[in-house]
């Protein structure tokens, strides 16, 4: 499983990213996630950070930040 988080680098950036580590923790997974800053490869998927991709899929972007809960549910479902 592939997950990005899209982000400049914004408090909300990491903690999406931090929330993203902690549910594939939890849910035991093997999945690869990569924290993409470049703005140009930002916008391929969307203008609203943070994003996130699972699988190459736009599951959540901007604000408000969706909960842990919902994150692991995200992962989950592309699995």
Known sequence: ????VLGPGCPNCHKMEEM???AVK???IDARI?????IQEI?????????LIINGKLKHSGKPL?????VKDLIWAEM
């Open 20 to 22: 993203a580590k902690a």
């Open 1 to 4: 499983m592939e997950i990005k």
């Open 66 to 70: 969706p909960s842990p809960e919902k």
């Open 43 to 51: 916008m391929k998927y969307t203008m609203s950070t943070p994003g």
């Open 26 to 28: 939890e849910l035991g």
């Open 34 to 38: 990569e924290k993409v800053s470049d």
